[in-house]
């Protein structure tokens, strides 16, 4: 069982890991004697060369049968992530890190020596701040490269560098700041040469289990916030629903909806979100 094979997304095979498995179920908040219940159901199903994604897709429906609500919904953040409108994706980094007591602001035009700069979130705390950038996939299993770190590093410079007069027209008008230290969130792994090219121009890096106690499903699962497309939301309605700023857990606990939502999900369908919300905004770490 141990020289058994796997498929990964990339196509590249490598032997299947119990213990890498047991792992991202623990991550997932799983409980121990369900992952060991687990494992006795999944291992009959298992065969050489088997799809990661099969495994995944086994897991969940294990986990549903097994009664096991809150590792379920928490074993499909990765997915819930990826399906979430670019927009939506950065609404909800914005507020994720203002429940870890940052002071944020989105979508803000800033003014660079050269040419002016969208910040997708300015973020402050103290007496520091930092220009976010967001950058999401919608296919979760790549890598999120060297360019856009470059891309990064380079605008916080253009920022950094104004002074004196705006020199160049634009349509918008823009803002005068400064920035102490330039932050990468993707929702993906990152590639060695990101990683190296961050940690040597001092660019604080957030990724899909990377970055530690920064890593994305540690910053959503510590404070128990969490996008909308985890308890049913499709991609179409997670953008539509955007204007009406209902994004995550919270904002679909906090107001009623305005009749117009309905337009785009149903009555039915938004009552049992909201339930399913506030089940995962009760939920403590086992």
């Not at 904002?251 to 995962?280: C, T």
Request: one cysteine or more; charged letters at 25%.
């Amino acid at each position: 069982m141990h020289r058994l094979k796997i498929i990964k997304s990339d196509g590249k095979k490598e032997d299947f890991d119990w213990q890498k498995y047991h792992h991202s179920l623990i991550k997932s908040q799983v409980r121990q004697t369900t992952i060991n219940q687990l494992r006795r159901l999944i291992e009959p199903h298992l065969y050489n060369e088997m799809p990661t994604k099969e495994i995944y897709t086994l897991t969940k429906e294990f986990l549903h049968r097994l009664g096991e609500k809150k590792g379920f919904y928490l074993y499909q953040l990765r997915e819930a992530i990826a399906n979430l409108d670019s927009i939506a994706f950065e609404k909800y980094i914005a507020q994720l890190l203002a429940k870890w007591k940052y002071t944020t602001r989105w979508n803000v035009l800033v003014g660079g020596r050269c040419i002016e700069h969208q910040v997708d979130v300015v973020a402050e705390k103290g007496n520091k701040r930092l220009m976010v950038e967001c950058k999401h996939h919608h296919n979760y299993h790549r890598d999120s490269g060297l360019g856009k770190i470059m891309e990064l590093d380079a605008r916080i410079k253009d920022v950094n560098q104004l002074e004196g007069p705006i020199t160049y027209s634009t349509e918008e008008p823009v803002e005068r700041m400064r920035f102490d230290q330039a932050w990468l969130i993707t929702n993906t792994k990152l590639s060695y040469h990101a990683i190296q090219y961050a940690d040597c121009k001092n660019i604080i890096l957030t990724g899909w289990r990377f970055g530690h106690l920064l890593s994305l499903e540690h910053l959503s699962q510590e404070v128990n916030l969490y996008p909308l497309t985890l308890i049913g939301l499709s991609t179409q309605e997670s953008a539509a629903l955007v204007p009406f700023d209902l994004v995550t857990t919270k904002d679909i606990l906090g107001k009623r909806p305005s009749a117009e939502v309905y337009q785009f999900v149903p009555s039915e369908k938004f009552n049992r979100m909201r339930e399913l919300a506030l089940f995962l905004s009760r939920q403590s770490d086992n």
